[in-house]
Structure formats: structure tokens, C-alpha cells
């Protein structure tokens, strides 16, 4: 009889000694260990669908234009979004109503990407006077200057639309000796983040501000897409040639073409042909919802 009650005393001691190991290797693993995430959240990631076309052939050998879609994961800190020439006014009653149409939803798209981290430029050409002394524009002009690299070659292919009349498709009444036109500012609609934001039209001044921020991924939006948006100086054509991965917005820009010059086809159409013609010869496009958290 003794012996058994040794025994359950020796069982009973044993299961406390457990318990109690049991309990402190817990508390130690809370105390060592805590509220340790399972990913990190640290960085703002933006996933783009990027659409290119590249000329192929089909199962018959014939040529063909493909579509190629690509998902791109791109670190918010490390793209920037360059706004083109959203101008308050226009030589064109057309152009300056599809801007005035346009940029409620682009100061959206881009208000959301800022506050995912994106850097925004605002490049509304030769328009800096008016910027003058203001943070946003300072904070560009005074980054050191950056040489940029050689360009790199690249095939100038012909437009697939005919804007030799300036591309206007409403009658427009225009002073033939003014050298300038009536545009003294971005569109205010737009607002401009003086405490994040930079405002440069200086393809060098912008490109030294990417490199100042270890940004090589740019999205361009605005206008006019067969105009401005390809041959600005921080442009599609220019930022291709330094070896930025640039993006056109193909859903937040707009064309200069009129309906009444080759190809003969109406302004949406004469847009599509020349988004098209920028994914065939230049640069992906994304639309502006994947920019939208």
C-alpha cells in the first residue's frame, strides 16, 4: 500500500514538473517572438498589367500583330507618374475640352497612387513662371544634375494618323503671329502636393530627380498622345532612348487628330491607332485602375 501511494505521489509531482515547463517555454516563446507578421507589410507594392504588341506569325506563317500582356510587380517607392501638358487652355476648343472632360478622373488616379507612395511630376510645358518659388518646383530644380547615359537607338516609325493641320477637329479662330499659346498653367482640377509632389517640363531636370530617388519605372499621362506625350524632352521617345522603363496611362490620355486628314476615321479611333502604334514601336501600357488601391 505504500508503495502505491509513492507511486501516485511521484505521478502527480511529475505531471506539476510538466505543466510548469510547459508554461514557462510558452511565455519565453511569447516574450521571445512578438506579434511577428506572417508577410511583410513594410512596402506598398502596385501589380501592373503591361500590354505591348510584338509582330509574330501564325500557325499558317502569316504575319500578325500579337498582344502580350505581362504582370509586372513594381514598389510603389520606386515608380513615378510624369502628368503631360494638362493644360488650364488650349489653341483647340476640342483639345481643352476633352482635358477639362479628362481630369477629374486622372486627379483621382493620381491622389490614390500618391498616397501608395508613388512620386508624382507634374510637367505642364512652358508654364514654369508660373511655378516659380513654389516647393514642388524648387525640390526638382535644385537636385543635383545627372548625366544621362548614351541613348540608345531606336527606330523612328511614321504615325499611323495625319495631323499636319495641328490635329484640331473644332473650327478654332487663332492669332497666325502668336508664337505662344493661351496655356498659363496646369489644370487646376489637378492638385498639387507642394509637400510631396515636383513640377519640372525639363527632360534632364526630371531625369536627375528619378535618379535622386532610385526610380527607373515611369508612367506618362495627359496629352496629346501623337504630340506632347512621345516627343516632350522627358517624354516617351527620350525616357525609351536613356533606358527608363517607361508606361503610357492608356486610358487617361488623349489624341490631337482630326477626323478630316487621313486615316479618315473619327478621334476615338484616330487615339486607338496611335496607342496601338506606341505599344507596336515604344512602350507598354497599363490602364488606370490597377494605379487605384
Known amino acids: 500500500m505504500t508503495n502505491i501511494k509513492s507511486t501516485y505521489v511521484c505521478f502527480l509531482i511529475a505531471i506539476l514538473l510538466i505543466s510548469g515547463l510547459s508554461h514557462n517555454y510558452a511565455s519565453k516563446k511569447t516574450l521571445q517572438y512578438p506579434n511577428i507578421p506572417l508577410i511583410s507589410t513594410d512596402k506598398e507594392v502596385l501589380i501592373l498589367n503591361s500590354r505591348r504588341q510584338e509582330l509574330t506569325k501564325d500557325k499558317n506563317e502569316?504575319?500578325?500583330?500579337?498582344?502580350?500582356?505581362?504582370?509586372?510587380?513594381?514598389?510603389?517607392?520606386?515608380?513615378?507618374?510624369?502628368?503631360?501638358?494638362?493644360?488650364?487652355?488650349?489653341?483647340?476648343?476640342?483639345?481643352?475640352?476633352?482635358?477639362?472632360?479628362m481630369a477629374p478622373k486622372m486627379n483621382k488616379v493620381v491622389s490614390s497612387a500618391r498616397n501608395r507612395g508613388v512620386t508624382i511630376i507634374h510637367a505642364p510645358s512652358e508654364t514654369m513662371n508660373f511655378y516659380e518659388g513654389t516647393p514642388a518646383r524648387e525640390r526638382i530644380k535644385n537636385t543635383p544634375h545627372v548625366i544621362p547615359p548614351e541613348e540608345i537607338k531606336h527606330d523612328d516609325v511614321p504615325l499611323p494618323v495625319d495631323a499636319s493641320d495641328g490635329g484640331s477637329d473644332t473650327d478654332d479662330k487663332r492669332d497666325p503671329n502668336s508664337k505662344k499659346g493661351p496655356w498659363t498653367r496646369e489644370i487646376a482640377t489637378i492638385e498639387i502636393d507642394q509637400e510631396k509632389d515636383a513640377i519640372s517640363d525639363n527632360g534632364k531636370e526630371i531625369y536627375s530627380y528619378l535618379q535622386k530617388k532610385g526610380i527607373n519605372n515611369v508612367i506618362i499621362m495627359g496629352v496629346h498622345t501623337n504630340m506632347c506625350i512621345l516627343n516632350r524632352t522627358f517624354a516617351i521617345k527620350q525616357m525609351t532612348k536613356w533606358g527608363v522603363n517607361i508606361m503610357l496611362c492608356r486610358d487617361l490620355t488623349d489624341a490631337m487628330y482630326n477626323p478630316a486628314k487621313p486615316p479618315y476615321v473619327s478621334h476615338e479611333e484616330g487615339t486607338r491607332l496611335i496607342i496601338e502604334y506606341i505599344e507596336k514601336f515604344w512602350c507598354p501600357t497599363v490602364e488606370s485602375r490597377e494605379l487605384v488601391r
Open 62 to 101: 502569316r504575319r500578325i500583330w500579337k498582344i502580350i500582356t505581362e504582370r509586372k510587380t513594381i514598389p510603389a517607392s520606386e515608380l513615378a507618374i510624369i502628368i503631360c501638358d494638362m493644360w488650364d487652355n488650349h489653341t483647340s476648343r476640342g483639345a481643352k475640352e476633352r482635358t477639362a472632360e
